[in-house]
């Protein structure tokens, strides 16, 4: 029996653990509470993937997940020039429709208004568990159809710095029409429109990589996705460093205070 991990995976899980404890704080917006909870046990059920859908989602998320883990694993923060793979893009949309798709919350309650909103037909959303593969492969066409003239480009967050991403169930984030695939605390796969990509460009064709270097860059984020999460009206968990999560609780206090 398999104890599958039913929305984030445990590789990401493991990116805000403790390397010695394997475990790593979360907050409940239900109650404004700091948790701790273990990487390997954290939101899992007994075969909740058939076996076949299991194979699925490693080779259609981990794989692919674990490939932009390596173009990050040698990303050297203050270097000017990054290279990324063609593949990058493909890999990015790809986990982010499958991730989607593992949170029918999000499906019901907030994707019409974000960015991906009428991006898929209604009849093609289902649980991951119970989708078909043909509609699962139908979803990511339209999504690469929707981010024709997209690019994709790292993000990073210096570790110096007193705040990092968050991880909500979606595992991305998104504002105004930039989605960030959060991979750590200190770095996202970044998917924004081309033309504002463009500025990332040195005349002889080199990328540098975006950086997020103050708070007020970061808060936008911060408060779009936990009205975002409180709308959805379902137990929600936020996974973050725990100095960071203290700070949503402010912010959650601040919502909750002007409704």
């Known amino acids: 029996m398999s104890n599958d991990h039913i929305i984030i995976p445990k590789s990401t899980l493991l990116q805000f653990s403790n390397p010695k404890s394997g ?39 981990e794989t692919p997940m674990g490939r932009l883990r390596t173009i990050l694993s040698s990303f050297t923060y203050g270097e000017n020039v990054i290279q990324l793979p063609k593949t990058v893009k493909q890999d990015t949309i790809r986990c982010i429709v499958v991730q989607i798709l593992r949170n029918p919350d999000y ?23 119970q989708s078909d593969y043909n ?27 007193d705040f990092s991403f968050i991880l909500p169930p979606e595992h991305f984030l998104s504002t105004g029409r930039n989605i960030f695939l959060v991979l750590s605390p200190y770095h996202a796969i970044l998917l924004l429109p081309a033309e504002i990509n463009a500025k990332y460009y040195s005349s002889n064709g080199y990328l540098a990589y975006a950086e997020i270097e103050s708070y007020s860059e970061i808060l936008p984020l911060y ?27 402010i912010l959650i206090k601040e919502y909750n205070a002007a409704q």
């Open 135 to 161: 509609l699962i492969d139908k979803s990511i066409e339209l999504f690469e159809r929707a981010f024709a003239n997209y690019d994709v480009n790292i993000c990073v967050i210096n570790q110096h710095n």
């Open 23 to 61: 475990t790593f704080n979360y907050l409940d917006l239900a109650g404004n509470k700091i948790y701790t909870a273990h990487a390997k046990t954290y939101n899992t059920c007994k075969n909740y993937y058939p076996p076949d859908k299991e194979k699925y989602l490693s080779s259609q998320i």
């Open 223 to 249: 408060s779009k996705t936990i009205k975002e999460q409180i709308n959805k009206g379902e137990q929600c968990h936020i996974i973050g460093l725990k100095d960071q999560l203290q700070k949503l609780q």
């Open 107 to 129: 499906i019901k309650k907030v994707q019409a208004e974000s960015v991906f909103g009428g991006i898929i037909p209604w009849q093609l959303y289902s649980p991951l568990h």
